[in-house]
């Protein structure tokens, strides 16, 4: 309710006599019959707006005013947007321009109305453009001229000049009548009076500034050094902080005016970063002024002026030719995308952020599409050459009919024709008696010496004993020749001769302590490796293996404020460079940079080997270094992954890494996860563990561009602190567990030969090559029979088909150890594994992208194309794995054997916990508010997602999603559901991170719970086999680990990201928070409430000093029941 002076207003009428007054009027014009029928049907409220359009005395006016304040207050904003869907906006307008339009205005009446006005207007989005239709703008910048002298009307007009500039026209209009001349002459130097007027002058000085014009205008007349001069002035001399506030909003009018790339140089020129960071230091010493730190943050954030990465080029360091493609196409830089997606169903990060609207609207309601199955890509005869990929159909199993020997040398678990080294020791050996022998501690000395060895120009993890002797013209320049080692004897040199001792000796020491791992035979296939840049070094953890540490790791806690420290870091790295040394430590592109430093002051970095992806390393401090990821090959994108050595460290001491040109918008690093390490050192003493590491770990935008792309693109850095336990060390570093092409290659040898040939059918083919040649292996897993007899073979050749693919994205590194999971419990002794071989046949192309994970690449193949957006029309010469795949599926499909199970295995890094993406056109039309009356569906698709529920530890039901999108139309899940006609075709997606439910709530998944998603997997492909009573025996639940921890967890509701927002803002923000509606309302409130004894309020108060609460009462009861209603 408005208060006047010492008194608060009364009431003298009712809302009879207030129509009465308003009848009698418009009845004197001739129109009261058209008046009073609407008053007969109006509300309440109505009728009071009505009547203040019209009202032609004081004391009318003033008492609906007040009505109408004390109606408003007492309930929620609900009452207000109310009044405003009922032409209260408009109303209030009328009633301003016929006051103000007077010779000599009645105050009496501006100063309610106008109070009214502003916080009616704050929440009507249409406000500025009514007040333009009513006149009103212009009008009230005349009364603000004319009254600059007193504060109270002041204020007034300038909390309705704010409202009014929500609106760009309004705002333009403003501006085009020297409104910001005006309002910037009421904002003065540091005082102590009239405090609410200056706050609303720069409240509404910065809200006529959300216009380029009007922002052009400031920067051109220098208005800008003004406002960091007062804002400057207000934080040295209000010591007692009294004026927070104003101080808040003069930092909100430098966000407005910093806006436009003018008003940033010319903030940036005139000293604006300096002056922000320096008060902002002081405020971080006193807790009172913590409010202004997080905009001091913002616009410094903003205002950083954009540094280019110190490179040459945006594209990638590595180039590959493309059939059909001119060379010169490579060099031309591509359009920078400003961040890409991460799996299966993350699209490029600009879907991402779109609105949940935009989400729906994606949702594919086409019931034809969703139902018609389209005709084949290609003509049935094509599909004849896919017949060999099924030896399990025409293989006649004469080695059943022979000894032991044969079988062991029989074709039905013969692999291609590639070299093998001997294999000496069970897989499984090493942990049968429940003893780790990597615990067994070598000496101390003994470790230290040989990891000195492993250092990153070591001859000791070359891919051939004498391949670092050799010139590099005498290797070739050519990209394939990695498989050539037909080198001369005499080559070697005595050091080789050593390094191979060294690396014999260790051997021996540890053979065979990693199950389903042989170094000799990862050493192997890492030989026929084809690469790029021709890798001959292998990578030590690739090398020697790795076991899962014994705890669980838990979620990295986030340091308060973190990113914020990391940010005011920048940028007084920007603004005093006295300690910042700049010397670049390692390029890929540049070999006398590769070559190991006798300098003690600097780590040493390496990246030349499979899976490594880091392009440049920058010293930037003593302990502090930027570092740089490459690009996917062939274009200037999809920088995420990184894997790279370091050495040459003190022992603890923090080192600071910034990763400073990631590409996605967000990530689980600001949730609780941590990148990981593996260390020589710790491996040669028995510790051969990827763990996770690092401290004051965040994740946010940054002020780096591309070299030549456009300025406004994005980049994002990944910082990390670490603290290496040794010195004479070498350690990798990763984004996530590694598992590189060779790895698979070794370890689908090392499971071909753990396999009993007489009980498991394991054949691994070629599928196809890659772009570079590398073959893309298809293995086939099955139960042999039991015999050549009729009956067997034809059970055999009636199995069920399940198809298993993985690793079409070279980032998603955990999808290949649930893959190896998979695997490893197939081909165990596991009765659960026994009874699904002699139900299905399993397909399983584990490595879909070989060339991308061997490249380093994060998302794409070497035609720089995400190879999960080609099935629908994959290219045989450009996308080859996916060609082939979509054709073996076809050829399924044809033959009558359409897989019952399809599975795309994929990493997650915006999420967290193991889930299902499936396909149901029933729940895509229900999203899409479709009717689906009538619409029919087998819920199947939901079966496999329920039983993991119930089972994987790690898995979340409700992640699930079954929706069908246009954006994924091109994906294997959804392809193969609309094309092939498989009902259960899933992604599954991994997370990066951890899970927030069951027994694992809290902690990193690392290798070992991933293993156990994949087997966790097939025990689900029990719950859809036809002959489920058989499966489900007692023999086959008791193998089945359903222990009641397990499922005892709730899976987390979530259908798009399911982290709510980062507790500091990743992105920097381009305004200032906007003042609150309560926040006005209290400005309001407190300038009416000050009592001014000019002779207006003292005339005010006697005409309203009687009182009738009684008719007060009525009219307020009236009126709330016949126009606003409930809360």
Request: proline share 5%; glycine share 6%.
């Amino acid at each position: 309710m408005f208060g006047y002076g010492r008194s608060n207003f009364t009431w003298n009428g009712t809302l009879k006599e207030l129509q009465g007054t308003y009848h009698s009027s418009v009845c004197k014009e001739g129109r009261r019959s058209r008046m009073t029928d609407s008053s007969n049907s109006s509300s309440g409220l109505e009728v009071l707006l009505s009547a203040l359009e019209n009202a032609g005395d004081v004391e009318s006016t003033l008492k609906i005013l007040s009505v109408l304040d004390e109606l408003l207050s007492a309930g929620t904003d609900r009452r207000i947007y109310y009044m405003i869907s009922k032409g209260g906006s408009e109303a209030l307008l009328t009633a301003l321009v016929n006051t103000a339009r007077c010779f000599n205005p009645n105050y009496t009446i501006l100063l309610p109305l106008l109070h009214l006005l502003a916080k009616v207007g704050y929440r009507d989005r249409r406000i500025g453009m009514k007040a333009e239709d009513a006149g009103a703008v212009v009008l009230t910048l005349n009364l603000l001229k004319q009254n600059l002298k007193n504060a109270k009307r002041a204020a007034a007009c300038l909390w309705v000049i704010q409202v009014f500039a929500s609106s760009v026209s309004t705002a333009n209009l403003i501006g085009e009548h020297c409104g910001l001349d005006v309002i910037y002459r009421l904002i003065p130097h540091y005082t102590t009076k009239n405090l609410h007027t200056i706050k609303a002058a720069i409240n509404a000085f910065a809200a006529v500034l959300c216009t380029k014009a009007n922002v052009c205008l400031v920067v051109s007349k220098g208005y800008i050094s003004g406002l960091l001069r007062l804002y400057e002035d207000w934080h040295c001399k209000d010591t007692h902080h009294v004026a927070i506030a104003i101080r808040h909003a003069l930092l909100r009018c430098l966000h407005k005016v910093t806006y436009s790339t003018a008003g940033r140089e010319a903030f940036f020129s005139l000293g604006g970063l300096r002056l922000i960071y320096q008060t902002t230091q002081t405020c971080l010493m006193n807790k009172a002024l913590s409010s202004l730190v997080e905009p001091s943050v913002q616009l410094m954030r903003k205002c950083l002026p954009k540094t280019r990465l110190p490179l040459t080029s945006d594209l990638s360091a590595y180039s590959f030719p493309i059939p059909g493609r001119p060379h010169s196409d490579l060099h031309v830089n591509m359009a920078f995308s400003d961040s890409c997606g991460d799996s299966d169903e993350e699209e490029p990060e600009k879907n991402q952020e779109t609105e949940h609207n935009n989400y729906d609207d994606d949702l594919e309601t086409d019931q034809s599409k969703l139902r018609h199955r389209p005709e084949p890509d290609r003509p049935k005869e094509a599909l004849a050459q896919y017949n060999v990929f099924c030896p399990e159909l025409y293989h006649d199993f004469q080695e059943l009919d022979l000894g032991s020997e044969t079988e062991r040398s029989s074709p039905a678990s013969s692999s291609d024709d590639e070299d093998e080294l001997c294999y000496s020791s069970s897989p499984h050996g090493s942990q049968r008696n429940g003893s780790d022998p990597f615990q067994r501690k070598y000496p101390k000395g003994v470790a230290q010496s040989d990891s000195r060895n492993f250092h990153i120009r070591s001859t000791v993890l070359g891919t051939s004993p004498s391949f670092r002797a050799i010139p590099k013209e005498t290797r070739g320049d050519h990209f394939l020749q990695q498989n050539d080692h037909g080198h001369n004897d005499e080559e070697e040199t005595g050091d080789e001769s050593c390094h191979q001792t060294i690396i014999d000796r260790l051997l021996e020491r540890n053979a065979s302590c990693i199950p389903h791992h042989d170094p000799k035979l990862y050493r192997s296939a890492a030989s026929k490796t084809k690469s790029i840049p021709d890798f001959n070094i292998l990578g030590f953890p690739d090398f020697w293996g790795h076991l899962p540490p014994k705890g669980h790791e838990p979620m990295a806690p986030r340091k308060p404020n973190v990113q914020r420290q990391k940010v005011l870091k920048d940028v007084e790295r920007f603004l005093n460079k006295d300690d910042i040394i700049n010397k670049v430590i390692f390029d890929v592109e540049d070999s006398s940079l590769q070559c190991p430093s006798d300098s003690t002051e600097s780590l040493r970095f390496f990246s030349k080997f499979e899976c490594g992806n880091l392009r440049k390393a920058v010293q930037v401090r003593r302990y502090e270094y930027d570092l740089i990821l490459n690009a996917d090959v062939n274009c200037s994108q999809h920088t995420q992954w990184f894997y790279f050595e370091v050495s040459n460290m003190e022992p603890n001491v923090p080192y600071c890494f910034n990763i400073i040109n990631c590409e996605k918008t967000n990530s689980q690093f600001n949730y609780g996860m941590q990148p990981v390490l593996y260390s020589v050192r710790e491996a040669l003493e028995g510790r051969p563990h990827w763990v996770r590491t690092g401290t004051e770990i965040c994740y946010y935008r940054n002020h780096f561009c591309p070299v030549r792309g456009r300025m406004m693109a994005t980049f994002y850095t990944l910082t990390f602190s670490i603290t290496f336990k040794h010195s004479d060390d070498v350690c990798y570093l990763a984004y996530h567990y590694p598992y590189s092409y060779s790895a698979l290659k070794a370890h689908l040898k090392v499971l071909q030969k753990s396999v009993d040939p007489a009980k498991v059918f394991f054949r691994q083919q070629t599928l196809c090559g890659s772009l570079a040649e590398n073959s893309c292996p298809l293995v086939t897993i099955t139960a042999c029979p039991a015999s050549r007899g009729w009956k067997d073979l034809h059970q055999l050749r009636n199995r069920i088909y399940i198809v298993l693919t993985g690793r079409v994205h070279p980032g998603e590194s955990n999808a290949s150890w649930v893959m190896k999971g998979t695997l490893e419990f197939l081909c165990s002794n596991d009765p659960v594994a026994q009874s699904l071989r002699e139900t299905f046949v399993f397909k399983i192309i584990p490595m879909l992208n070989p060339d991308g994970v061997i490249n380093g690449t994060h998302r794409c193949n070497l035609n720089s194309e995400d190879l999960n957006r080609q099935w629908s029309k994959p290219d045989p010469v450009l996308s080859p794995t996916i060609y082939h795949t979509k054709g073996f599926l076809y050829y399924l499909n044809s033959i009558g054997r359409t897989p019952l199970v399809y599975c795309d295995y994929h990493g997650h890094s915006r999420k967290k916990n193991v889930f299902l993406y499936g396909c149901s056109v029933k729940e895509t039309l229900w999203q899409s508010a479709v009717d689906t009356v009538g619409v029919k569906e087998d819920p199947g698709y939901r079966t496999i997602p329920k039983t993991l529920d119930r089972i994987a530890p790690a898995f979340s039901f409700n992640s699930c999603n079954y929706l069908v999108e246009k954006s994924r139309s091109a994906t294997a899940r959804v392809v193969v559901w609309r094309e092939i006609g498989v009902l259960r075709s899933y992604t599954m997606e991994s997370t990066y991170n951890g899970c927030d439910q069951g027994i694992y709530k809290g902690l990193q998944m690392g290798t070992r719970e991933l293993l156990e998603t994949g087997l966790k997997f097939c025990h689900s492909l029990l719950s859809v086999s036809k002959d489920v009573k058989t499966l489900y025996s007692r023999r086959l639940i008791n193998h089945i680990d359903l222990d009641h921890n397990t499922l005892d967890h709730t899976s987390n509701d979530c259908f798009e990201d399911d982290e709510p927002p980062c507790v500091e803002e990743i992105e920097y923000s381009k305004d200032c928070p906007a003042l609150k509606g309560a926040d006005l309302d209290s400005d309001v409130n407190n300038n009416m409430a000050c009592c001014d004894e000019d002779e207006e309020c003292e005339g005010e108060q006697q005409r309203n000093s009687f009182s009738q609460s009684s008719m007060k009462s009525r009219l307020y009861h009236l009126i709330s029941q016949t126009s606003i209603g409930t809360e």
